[in-house]
């Protein structure tokens, strides 16, 4: 199974984003548009593991994600990565209203390790993917610099997902395995 952690949006957010993606359409060709029903904030992407890891990882997780407060998330610009010269994904900017955020991914990554998993090398970028790059295209450069200080919205996050992806031809689809409520919200649901 291949899985990962990550917040789920919120409604209202998920539409306004399914809005910029039809409003970019347009402008971007050579992308491929990530569907509004996967959109969410990556927290730790952990690759295929078995079943039984997974459950090491849920058990490492449920105690110390309830330290974890709920905090406000907020949505802006567009930016791409690793960089615009050679861009292979197009991204929104997150940043927690409070500093929450980091901490939380934190607190998964320490689950993670203590799981016997490598420690992510890679830096803790927040953001959601908005669409993956076929090739460079001619209008980025624009479509950033119009899009680089516009708000998206901001959302309350009471909860941390492990979601499983399935690859299939038409793509990901990412199927909901448990849900670990914040804060001692006590809303952890393995589904």
């Avoid at 615009?84 to 991914?105: N, Y």
């Avoid at 001619?138 to 901001?154: I, Q, V």
Wanted: proline share 5%.
């Amino acid at each position: 199974m291949r899985i990962f952690f990550g917040i789920d949006l919120s409604e209202e957010l998920r539409e306004r984003i399914g809005a910029l993606q039809a409003e970019l359409r347009p402008r971007l060709h050579a992308v491929r548009w990530v569907p509004a029903a996967n959109l969410h904030l990556t927290l730790r992407f952990v690759g295929e593991t078995s079943p039984e890891r997974a459950d090491v990882l849920r058990a490492n997780l449920r105690v110390p994600i309830r330290r974890e407060g709920t905090f406000e998330l907020a949505f802006s610009g567009l930016g791409c990565f690793p960089r615009v010269e050679k861009p292979r994904v197009l991204f929104i900017g997150a940043a927690p209203v409070e500093d929450t955020l980091l901490s939380l991914q934190r607190s998964v990554e320490n689950a993670i390790q203590s799981g016997g998993f490598e420690a992510d090398a890679r830096r803790f970028h927040p953001h959601l993917t908005i669409a993956r790059f076929k090739q460079l295209e001619p209008a980025l450069h624009k479509t950033l610099s119009d899009y680089s200080e516009h708000a998206w919205g901001s959302m309350s996050v009471s909860e941390v997902i492990l979601f499983e992806s399935r690859l299939s031809a038409s793509g990901a689809h990412h199927h909901v395995l448990e849900r670990f409520g914040l804060g001692g919200t006590n809303r952890d649901q393995a589904v």
